[in-house]
């Protein structure tokens, strides 16, 4: 049997069919890449990614097949002898094909990509919704009349990851904070192109501790630009923090870990509606989007973005309107047959094949765990808010972020110009392991470890860095020591013990610990604040939204010879 592929897009969507098929000797798989796309360079790449065998155009006129799947009715696809099964290019049908008008001129249903001299392309029609099975009577009855519901694999792939969710957010670092998924589609409307700045916005001004911000860009994008064209575009919003998510199956995954979505009328939100996330409009109305597709129902009943208002507000205002419910009920216009559709399309492909199933159940694959390279900003803004003993801190990225506040850099991170201007900064003990005269390494030799204790290392920061007013070293999530440069006492010490107890969960859910770095410049912040504390004092300290106890007292609670 044949894939014919016409460009990454359309790859990512046959990959997520071959379940099908899986463990059956019968079937020997091959692709060819069907030509005359403008991105067809970068399905040769996702070819050779995945370890696909291939076979070159004319090779694959010239042969015989025993099936043929595509997932996009574009090119000359009737110069290929087999039959033709014909799988959905995204969700919903929803984007005008180009050069036609009219409310009935969808791309992917249109009978000018369906009909080859008055006759059906395909054998066989795999439709995601029975609203498609009749725009296509409609419009193309003799195709109509070779289609059938099957659903969507893309989709019940999605859905069989919900129970990984957790481990998706644990891998891309998310924590408890909220992830916001930026999706945009290509062309001259998408997100991206009316607002190619937004994603920069985000990383720089939603809080650091309580968002984290992902970006899901259509593989036409990424095979118009490549990657390292992509990043320097969005700079600076990578090394603030911005995840750009892969365009085979990462977005998916990054869709799952989400907590809502800021779209544009591209199909990958349907998505997301599926799994009941908040969904945010980022459309400002064009000639691509019907108006009677599902994407149009979904932006239509959706929170609808504001560049005038602040990013956080409305991304929580999104979250609390959210009921139950809401996201599922407006994706039911685009998808059917949940999580049936592999037995749906093999009973379908095999009568093609003229042969029995495989036997045995083809579940939907689990997407893996995201894999996106960890970028954490260099340096970090800190505002903190006093009022007696309470404290709230909210930290942003240094470069695009607002200037009133101190500047918190990490040693082993920052750079030097940042370490200078730090008003604090924080090291981090390593994780337990190896000890002296371990390998690191092939072919590695062994040799005397080096490290500080907290109280050495503080007392050099403090010496090497004439502006920073404090020092502090993590020794644990929950215990940590601080240096001042001047006591907050003429009596006390330099050296002060910082514990940290996180509020007890609510509800029923998960613990979540504040970043200590993060108390650590609430602390800093107070001491500034406060003229002559008095230790020990125990203070109210609120982190993205979280509150946490800090107990601040003087001494280390034998921290100060702990090793970083």
Same mark, same amino acid.
């Given at each position: 049997m044949l894939y014919a592929v016409r460009s990454a897009t359309a790859l990512h969507r046959l990959l997520d069919a071959v379940p099908v098929f899986a463990g059956d000797p019968r079937v020997r798989p091959r692709f060819t890449l069907v030509p005359g796309s /403008?991105?067809?360079t970068d399905a040769l790449a996702a070819l050779d990614g995945v370890g696909a065998r291939t076979v070159a155009w004319p090779e694959a006129v010239r042969g015989g097949h025993d099936l043929v799947v595509a997932a996009s009715p574009n090119g000359p696809l009737d110069e290929l002898p087999g039959p033709l099964v014909l799988l959905p290019h995204g969700a919903g049908f929803n984007k005008r094909l180009p050069h036609a008008s009219g409310d009935d001129s969808a791309s992917g249903l249109h009978p000018r990509q369906l009909l080859r /001299?008055?006759? +059906? &392309?395909a054998a066989f029609h795999a439709l995601a919704h029975p609203d498609q099975l009749a725009a296509l009577a409609e419009r193309a009855p003799a195709v109509a009349a070779r289609a059938a519901v099957v659903g969507d694999p893309t989709l019940d792939r999605i859905l069989a990851s919900g129970p990984r969710r957790e481990r998706f957010r644990e891998a891309l670092g998310t924590g408890g904070r909220r992830l916001v998924a930026v999706v945009s589609t290509w062309g001259p409307e998408s997100l991206l192109a009316r607002r190619p700045g937004l994603p920069a916005l985000l990383t720089a001004e939603l809080p650091f501790d309580a968002y984290q911000v992902a970006l899901v860009v259509h593989p036409n994008v990424h095979s118009d630009l490549g990657e390292f064209a992509l990043r320097q575009r969005l700079a600076p919003a990578p090394e603030s923090g911005l995840l750009l998510a892969r365009p085979h199956e990462e977005w998916a995954s990054v869709l799952v870990a989400a907590d809502c979505v800021l779209t544009d009328h591209g199909s990958t939100a349907l998505y997301a509606a599926a799994q009941d996330r908040p969904v945010i409009g980022c459309y400002d109305d064009g000639t691509e989007l019907i108006p009677a597709s599902p994407m149009a129902g979904l932006l239509a009943r959706a929170a609808r973005w504001s560049d005038q208002e602040p990013p956080g507000a409305q991304v929580e205002a999104a979250v609390v309107a959210h009921r139950p419910g809401d %996201?599922?009920? &407006?994706?039911?216009?685009?998808?059917? *047959?949940? %999580?049936?559709? @592999?037995?749906? &399309?093999?009973?379908? =492909?095999?009568?093609? @094949?003229?042969l029995d199933p495989y036997p045995g159940p083809v579940p939907a694959r689990p997407l893996p765990v995201p894999r996106i390279p960890a970028r954490r900003p260099t340096a970090l803004v800190a505002q903190v808010d006093t009022a007696g003993t309470s404290v709230s801190v909210a930290r942003h990225p240094l470069d695009g972020g607002p200037r009133d506040g101190h500047v918190v850099a990490e040693d082993g991170l920052s750079t030097l110009n940042e370490m200078r201007s730090a008003g604090i900064v924080v090291r981090r003990a390593r994780p337990t %392991?190896?000890?002296? %005269?371990?390998?690191?390494g092939p072919g590695s030799a062994p040799g005397p470890a080096v490290g500080w204790t907290a109280a050495a290392w503080t007392a050099h920061v403090l010496a090497e860095f004439p502006g920073c007013r404090s020092a502090a070293a993590v020794l644990a999530p929950d215990h940590c020591v601080l240096r001042r440069r001047e006591p907050p006492c003429a009596e006390g010490p330099g050296l002060l013990s910082v514990r940290i107890a996180a509020a007890a969960a609510t509800g029923g859910g998960p613990l979540v610990r504040p970043d200590p770095a993060?108390? @650590? =410049?609430?602390?800093h912040g107070w001491l500034e604040t406060t003229? *002559? +504390?008095? &230790?020990?004092?125990? @203070?109210d300290c609120v982190v993205g939204g979280r509150r946490a106890t800090v107990t601040l007292a003087y001494g280390t609670d034998g921290g100060a010879d702990a090793e970083l």
């Open positions: /403008d991105f067809g /001299d008055g006759a +059906p &392309l %996201g599922t009920a &407006l994706a039911a216009a685009a998808f059917a *047959e949940q %999580g049936h559709s @592999l037995e749906r &399309l093999r009973a379908h =492909c095999y009568a093609l @094949l003229g %392991g190896p000890g002296p %005269g371990s390998e690191s993060a108390v @650590l =410049c609430g602390v003229a *002559e +504390p008095r &230790l020990p004092v125990t @203070l």
